[in-house]
């Protein structure tokens, strides 16, 4: 697993070389797991202005395209090839193509082009990184391209070509790398909701956090407020974002959530300028929560926990408030260190007993837990509350501005008591509305029931709110951040409907979906086609009829051809059809099912080519696919409906009630033999039947997986 961040606005002489390697990485091994993420700079300001970087599973990190394209090599070693030394040399030699100077470019191009005088590769008899690194660096230089275009270096032209057409991949990858730099500012220019909100003292200049807990993966609600953490502060303000994980209750926490944050994080194009750990303070918490027992304005107390609710609620003084500052930290020391009598005790802050806001009824700032922590492991066996910890870490960390979601407010006056009572630097706040959609839960606590329970097949189900589970579904993070974006700070709570969402997506896929056919299995009739060459073949033809830079596909033309029951159920005899890609048919036979428990079920067609016909005079226009001429792959096409029934889950609703318990729906189909080349993750259209992501590859004994994408039209 990689994450390849690519400066859309940089040099492209400096990003094409990385993103061909990676892209070649992809193209030679279907499980070689690369995410390619754009990020709208010219540079990155905290890696030396380099325009590309990588992070490995490993989590190291490199920047620069030579050093990127070495990490990629040995994060993948069978890029590597025979000659290290030599890809090495060429990789430092690609350094001298990216200048947009002519008389600084020419000389090394004339080199290039006498070193390729009788070589149809730099060197070796099949392509390699340095091919690919040479290529990309003319490829994204203006002036080095037009000079190859000219033909006047004619081994340099020849090479370059021959690379060019060898590689159909290139092209994908290149258009994809125009496509999504021109996406990322449609994106900016598009967004609708206003930031101009008035943030106190930004002159100052601006530290924003993004504070998750690693007790689960990331869902939309969580990149509602990464987003805009990372708006303020690297687009508004051009400050700083903080990263700081949560990490306070060992029951809950797990370092394969902490990872798959990060890589959330990255892939929607969100770096934070540092990343820390509540757990890196544990020892500053502990004597700030010291100093508040020292001076009174904190107390031990072991009230049960039904007690406690009770009294808070009714404003009734705990027995333990009035105990002696010297009684307090006694019972924390014996809590600290996870005694049999200090488990039962916890430390709450000396607030008020009866203030109208409950949040500030002498609240739990420290209980114990002996489970072992994943990052301090059994050092410590009590643990402060994130109420406590929030506001003193964001002091200490230089924060300037805390925007959390409206769910807070009642506790923000909590947040100032702790600054003001330990005397600490004060932090400003800012409300914003969370992100809720209907028939959605965003309740960690309800998420992680429903995988515990294997409702869901984990975090990632297509049918889950997280990242990864709409990533899976087949959201692209355009999409994504534009969406979220155009919903900006305000505080006003909604609930949004899904369909405004995917239609966001639509925007992005479809110009870039390469169309393809599918029949459905079920009573898919055969139809004989008269007028048809005899002999099988083939024809290419757009993937795209709208984006000529997809290329193009194989069609199959025969006298045999299938249909889908749906459409042939609706012909008549002598209706004249278009088949979609062939041309016009006259319907000249239909055969039906003797079965009298199916008899409207149509067995078979005979139909007559009339390609003089107009296909605008036809009421029928029909997908279809030749069994002769082709492979036909078999793939399995998948739908889904919300896991909840209700669009607002009240308070008092019974969850289990409430889910669904039918929300998966697969048919099988026959597929274009095109298909049988998809890779995991790629975008297609089936004509007439909707936009699909590849779950699963196509295999040999086994069908290609497809998961429909909404489209905002549907209800699911």
């Given at each position: 697993?990689?994450?390849?961040?690519?400066?859309?606005?940089?040099?492209?002489?400096?990003?094409?070389?990385?993103?061909?390697?990676?892209?070649?990485?992809?193209?030679?091994?279907?499980?070689?797991?690369?995410?390619?993420?754009?990020?709208?700079?010219?540079?990155?300001?905290?890696?030396?202005?380099?325009?590309?970087?990588?992070?490995?599973?490993?989590?190291?990190?490199?920047?620069?395209?030579?050093?990127?394209?070495?990490?990629?090599?040995?994060?993948?070693?069978?890029?590597?090839?025979?000659?290290?030394?030599?890809?090495?040399?060429?990789?430092?030699?690609?350094?001298?193509?990216?200048?947009?100077?002519?008389?600084?470019?020419?000389?090394?191009?004339?080199?290039?082009?006498?070193?390729?005088?009788?070589?149809?590769?730099?060197?070796?008899?099949?392509?390699?990184?340095?091919?690919?690194?040479?290529?990309?660096?003319?490829?994204?230089?203006?002036?080095?391209?037009?000079?190859?275009?000219?033909?006047?270096?004619?081994?340099?032209?020849?090479?370059?070509?021959?690379?060019?057409?060898?590689?159909?991949?290139?092209?994908?990858?290149?258009?994809?790398?125009?496509?999504?730099?021109?996406?990322?500012?449609?994106?900016?220019?598009?967004?609708?909701?206003?930031?101009?909100?008035?943030?106190?003292?930004?002159?100052?200049?601006?530290?924003?956090?993004?504070?998750?807990?690693?007790?689960?993966?990331?869902?939309?609600?969580?990149?509602?407020?990464?987003?805009?953490?990372?708006?303020?502060?690297?687009?508004?303000?051009?400050?700083?974002?903080?990263?700081?994980?949560?990490?306070?209750?060992?029951?809950?926490?797990?370092?394969?959530?902490?990872?798959?944050?990060?890589?959330?994080?990255?892939?929607?194009?969100?770096?934070?300028?540092?990343?820390?750990?509540?757990?890196?303070?544990?020892?500053?918490?502990?004597?700030?929560?010291?100093?508040?027992?020292?001076?009174?304005?904190?107390?031990?107390?072991?009230?049960?926990?039904?007690?406690?609710?009770?009294?808070?609620?009714?404003?009734?003084?705990?027995?333990?408030?009035?105990?002696?500052?010297?009684?307090?930290?006694?019972?924390?020391?014996?809590?600290?260190?996870?005694?049999?009598?200090?488990?039962?005790?916890?430390?709450?802050?000396?607030?008020?007993?009866?203030?109208?806001?409950?949040?500030?009824?002498?609240?739990?700032?420290?209980?114990?837990?002996?489970?072992?922590?994943?990052?301090?492991?059994?050092?410590?066996?009590?643990?402060?509350?994130?109420?406590?910890?929030?506001?003193?870490?964001?002091?200490?960390?230089?924060?300037?501005?805390?925007?959390?979601?409206?769910?807070?407010?009642?506790?923000?006056?909590?947040?100032?008591?702790?600054?003001?009572?330990?005397?600490?630097?004060?932090?400003?706040?800012?409300?914003?509305?969370?992100?809720?959609?209907?028939?959605t839960f965003l309740s960690k606590r309800k998420l992680t029931k429903l995988v515990d329970e294997g409702r869901v097949w984990g975090w990632d189900d297509p049918r889950f709110p997280t990242i990864r589970g709409i990533r899976r579904r087949g959201m692209t993070i355009d999409a994504l951040r534009e969406f979220?974006?155009?919903?900006?700070?305000?505080?006003?709570?909604?609930?949004?409907?899904?369909?405004?969402?995917?239609?966001?997506?639509?925007?992005?896929?479809?110009?870039?979906?390469?169309?393809?056919?599918?029949?459905?299995?079920?009573?898919?009739?055969?139809?004989?086609?008269?007028?048809?060459?005899?002999?099988?073949?083939?024809?290419?033809?757009?993937?795209?009829?709208?984006?000529?830079?997809?290329?193009?596909?194989?069609?199959?033309?025969?006298?045999?051809?299938?249909?889908?029951?749906?459409?042939?159920?609706?012909?008549?005899?002598?209706?004249?059809?278009?088949?979609?890609?062939?041309?016009?048919?006259?319907?000249?036979?239909?055969?039906?099912?003797?079965?009298?428990?199916?008899?409207?079920?149509?067995?078979?067609?005979?139909?007559e080519l009339h390609l003089q016909g107009d296909f605008k005079t036809t009421k029928q226009k029909i997908t279809w696919l030749s069994t002769l001429g082709q492979e036909l792959i078999p793939v399995e096409l998948v739908d889904f409906d919300y896991l909840i029934t209700k669009d607002i889950i009240e308070k008092?609703?019974?969850?289990?009630?409430?889910?669904?318990?039918?929300?998966?729906?697969?048919?099988?189909?026959?597929?274009?033999?095109?298909?049988?080349?998809?890779?995991?993750?790629?975008?297609?259209?089936?004509?007439?039947?909707?936009?699909?992501?590849?779950?699963?590859?196509?295999?040999?004994?086994?069908?290609?997986?497809?998961?429909?994408?909404?489209?905002?039209?549907?209800?699911?």
């Amino acid at each position: 697993m990689a994450t390849l961040n690519i400066a859309s606005k940089a040099n492209q002489a400096i990003i094409f070389p990385a993103l061909l390697v990676a892209s070649y990485a992809k193209e030679s091994d279907p499980n070689a797991s690369i995410n390619v993420n754009f990020v709208e700079e010219e540079s990155f300001e905290f890696a030396d202005k380099a325009a590309v970087g990588v992070t490995v599973v490993s989590g190291s990190s490199s920047y620069g395209s030579e050093q990127v394209i070495c990490n990629l090599i040995e994060t993948f070693p069978f890029l590597q090839g025979k000659n290290e030394n030599v890809v090495k040399e060429w990789l430092k030699r690609t350094s001298a193509l990216v200048p947009t100077d002519f008389k600084i470019v020419e000389g090394p191009l004339l080199e290039l082009d006498a070193h390729l005088t009788l070589r149809s590769y730099i060197f070796g008899y099949a392509p390699t990184i340095a091919d690919l690194s040479v290529w990309g660096a003319i490829r994204g230089n203006k002036i080095a391209y037009a000079a190859v275009k000219k033909g006047s270096m004619f081994n340099l032209s020849r090479w370059f070509k021959f690379i060019d057409e060898t590689n159909p991949w290139i092209a994908t990858a290149v258009q994809s790398a125009n496509a999504q730099a021109q996406a990322k500012k449609a994106t900016k220019s598009s967004e609708g909701a206003s930031y101009d909100i008035a943030l106190p003292d930004t002159n100052k200049g601006v530290v924003t956090r993004f504070p998750p807990e690693p007790s689960g993966y990331l869902h939309i609600g969580h990149a509602k407020a990464a987003l805009l953490n990372d708006y303020f502060a690297h687009e508004k303000y051009q400050g700083t974002l903080l990263c700081r994980f949560d990490d306070t209750n060992p029951s809950k926490e797990k370092e394969e959530f902490q990872d798959a944050i990060v890589e959330d994080l990255a892939l929607m194009g969100i770096h934070p300028d540092r990343t820390s750990y509540t757990s890196d303070y544990f020892e500053e918490l502990y004597q700030y929560c010291v100093t508040l027992l020292k001076e009174g304005k904190a107390y031990a107390d072991n009230t049960d926990q039904e007690t406690m609710k009770h009294q808070r609620w009714n404003g009734i003084a705990s027995d333990r408030r009035d105990a002696s500052p010297e009684d307090n930290l006694a019972r924390f020391e014996k809590m600290k260190k996870g005694t049999e009598e200090g488990v039962k005790w916890c430390i709450r802050a000396k607030i008020s007993v009866d203030n109208p806001n409950k949040a500030m009824r002498d609240p739990v700032i420290y209980r114990c837990n002996l489970l072992p922590h994943h990052r301090t492991g059994d050092k410590w066996k009590m643990y402060p509350i994130y109420d406590f910890c929030c506001p003193i870490v964001d002091s200490i960390e230089g924060v300037t501005h805390a925007l959390r979601t409206i769910e807070y407010r009642d506790r923000n006056p909590q947040y100032d008591w702790m600054l003001n009572a330990l005397n600490l630097r004060k932090v400003h706040i800012w409300d914003f509305a969370r992100m809720n959609f209907i028939r959605t839960f965003l309740s960690k606590r309800k998420l992680t029931k429903l995988v515990d329970e294997g409702r869901v097949w984990g975090w990632d189900d297509p049918r889950f709110p997280t990242i990864r589970g709409i990533r899976r579904r087949g959201m692209t993070i355009d999409a994504l951040r534009e969406f979220i974006l155009k919903q900006g700070p305000s505080r006003n709570i909604v609930n949004l409907d899904w369909t405004l969402f995917w239609a966001t997506n639509k925007k992005y896929i479809d110009p870039v979906a390469p169309r393809h056919t599918a029949i459905s299995k079920e009573h898919a009739v055969t139809a004989t086609v008269k007028g048809a060459r005899l002999a099988p073949y083939t024809e290419d033809k757009p993937k795209h009829g709208k984006n000529p830079e997809l290329g193009t596909k194989k069609v199959a033309y025969s006298t045999s051809i299938l249909i889908e029951q749906a459409d042939a159920h609706t012909f008549t005899q002598d209706e004249e059809i278009t088949l979609m890609n062939w041309g016009n048919a006259y319907v000249r036979k239909i055969s039906h099912s003797l079965n009298p428990l199916s008899f409207s079920t149509v067995t078979g067609l005979e139909l007559e080519l009339h390609l003089q016909g107009d296909f605008k005079t036809t009421k029928q226009k029909i997908t279809w696919l030749s069994t002769l001429g082709q492979e036909l792959i078999p793939v399995e096409l998948v739908d889904f409906d919300y896991l909840i029934t209700k669009d607002i889950i009240e308070k008092d609703d019974d969850v289990d009630e409430c889910l669904n318990d039918h929300t998966e729906f697969r048919s099988e189909a026959f597929a274009d033999g095109n298909v049988a080349n998809l890779r995991e993750n790629d975008i297609i259209q089936f004509e007439r039947k909707g936009y699909f992501r590849v779950d699963r590859m196509f295999r040999h004994g086994q069908p290609a997986v497809l998961f429909n994408i909404p489209t905002g039209r549907a209800s699911k």
